[in-house]
């Protein structure tokens, strides 16, 4: 397989905006043990074969493939990645569908590797969607290479699911389904800020589209709070705790879970609310200041064409190190109780 790069697109002209890791599986940690392509690892959309019944590596780990993005291009791998080769580029081959012995399907993402000097693909990753399982058939049902780009949109997307009361500009407290393009939202650092568009998918509650449950008062929050794993959350500590260094945190809903007062949320289907302004903006969700919709490459693809381009005119893209100077990753919190004791730091007890 050969990629083609865009037009006019070489390494030197991206200016990297964001990093991020991506939990992949290698290629040869997911290979065919049934089908057209007996004993072959798994390969790009071009040589992928429907039916073909694949199996996960006993010793398969997941590893994370580092990558910074730019307005523009693919994915470029970073130097403190844990695989991949610094500099390459990484692109959205497909989405897949699996399906389990048990009739569960599993969605995930083909990810390309590419050697920019030589313009052609040098290895490939699997990006489940959800938990793949150890000694489990999986069916390849579907090769979709238009969906990926959405598909991981929709998972980079922030949400928050129905019934989440949004507070407005005049205080009220407002479902996020009854919010409409115009209103008005209290913003922790920009007082009153009108909504620029609204989106909304359904999904099944599975894997990375399974939402966080902060239950009521886990943060000092009345009712329970449904977001998106993905979903940062702004604390202020009044005391130090956790020895972060910093009064101000950005945590990501995912790294509080603890089974008790911070959980996952899987079965059945949930729809997930984005909220997007002309800027990245921290609002209240239940009262907790929680982060807007960020306006960016991995997001636009969950706009209508139309409205995506448009904003591309008008908007100017948001900052991707919004507080990234305050951000704390699961390893700093280091404790179980980590929402605990940001709850008792944020009152001051």
């Keep these: 397989m050969t990629i083609t790069a865009p037009k006019n697109f070489t390494a030197q002209s991206v200016t990297a905006t964001h990093i991020r890791d991506l939990p992949v599986y290698l290629a040869s940690d997911f290979k065919v043990f049934h089908g057209a392509n007996l004993g072959d690892d798994l390969a790009d959309a071009d040589d992928l074969c429907l039916d073909d019944i694949y199996s996960l590596a006993m010793d398969a780990r997941e590893s994370n493939i580092t990558v910074t993005e730019s307005q523009s291009g693919p994915f470029i791998v970073s130097t403190n990645s844990l695989v991949g080769t610094a500099g390459f580029q990484l692109h959205l081959d497909c989405a897949i569908t699996l399906m389990s012995q048990g009739g569960e399907t599993i969605e995930a993402l083909v990810l390309a590797e590419v050697d920019p000097s030589e313009n052609a693909l040098d290895a490939v990753y699997l990006l489940p969607l959800s938990s793949l399982k150890r000694q489990t058939?999986?069916?390849?049902?579907?090769?979709?290479?238009?969906?990926?780009?959405?598909?991981?949109?929709?998972?980079?997307?922030?949400?928050?699911?129905?019934?989440?009361?949004?507070?407005?500009?005049?205080?009220?407290?407002?479902?996020?389904?009854?919010?409409?393009?115009?209103?008005?939202?209290?913003?922790?650092?920009?007082?009153p800020q009108v909504i620029r568009w609204i989106g909304n998918h359904t999904s099944r509650a599975v894997g990375d589209f399974a939402p966080i449950v902060i239950k009521a008062g886990a943060l000092n929050n009345e009712n329970d709070l449904h977001v998106s794993p993905n979903h940062r959350l702004f604390i202020y500590q009044r005391r130090d705790d956790l020895k972060l260094g910093r009064p101000e945190v950005f945590v990501r809903a995912s790294d509080l879970v603890n089974g008790e007062t911070v959980t996952v949320l899987e079965g059945g289907f949930v729809e997930h609310f984005q909220i997007l302004f002309d800027h990245h903006q921290i609002i209240y969700a239940e009262g907790i200041a929680a982060e807007s919709l960020p306006f960016s490459k991995r997001t636009t693809a969950v706009l209508p064409p139309d409205l995506a381009e448009r904003l591309e005119r008008e908007i100017v893209s948001h900052p991707q190190q919004l507080h990234r100077d305050i951000e704390?990753?699961?390893?700093?919190?280091a404790e179980n109780n980590a929402a605990e004791r940001l709850r008792r730091s944020s009152l001051g007890s």
Excluded at 328 to 333: G, P, Q
């Design 137 to 191: 058939e999986y069916r390849l049902m579907r090769v979709d290479p238009d969906a990926a780009r959405t598909r991981l949109a929709e998972v980079a997307c922030v949400s928050f699911m129905r019934g989440t009361h949004i507070t407005m500009a005049d205080g009220r407290q407002n479902p996020i389904e009854n919010l409409r393009i115009g209103d008005r939202i209290l913003t922790r650092d920009n007082g």
């Design 328 to 333: 704390v990753t699961r390893a700093n919190l």
